[in-house]
């Protein structure tokens, strides 16, 4: 179990840094990723990647707690994955997206 609070933790910080960067600079944001005609809505997901690192920062370090960081983990990273290797490929976002995939 400690090594699935490991994970959770590193997970979580990197969605609760990675969700508020657009949400504190999106001008250095938008200078790796490229400008955004939807900066609502760049705004917006980042607000939620970074609630999702949160739940994880905040997970219970119990079998119980440890499979629901799971749950929100593997759930948000599919989806991320999923938009990525959709978008990427039909150029409506830069290739750079690609990083967060890896």
Do not use: C
């Not at 990197?14 to 969700?19: E, I, P, Q, R, T």
């Not at 948000?76 to 990427?88: C, E, K, M, Q, W």
Request: hydrophobic content about 50%; glycine content about 8%.
């Amino acid at each position: 179990m400690p090594q699935a609070v490991t994970v959770a933790r590193a997970q979580g910080l990197f969605n609760l840094v990675g969700g508020l960067w657009p949400v504190l600079s999106l001008r250095t944001f938008e200078a790796v990723y490229g400008a955004k005609t939807d900066r609502w809505l760049q705004r917006t997901n980042g607000a939620l990647l970074a609630a999702t690192g949160i739940s994880l920062l905040l997970a219970e370090p119990s079998a119980e707690g440890m499979r629901h960081a799971r749950r929100v983990g593997v759930g948000s990273a599919l989806t991320f994955l999923a938009a990525d290797l959709v978008y990427v490929p039909l150029r409506r976002i830069p290739a750079t997206y690609l990083l967060d995939a890896a």
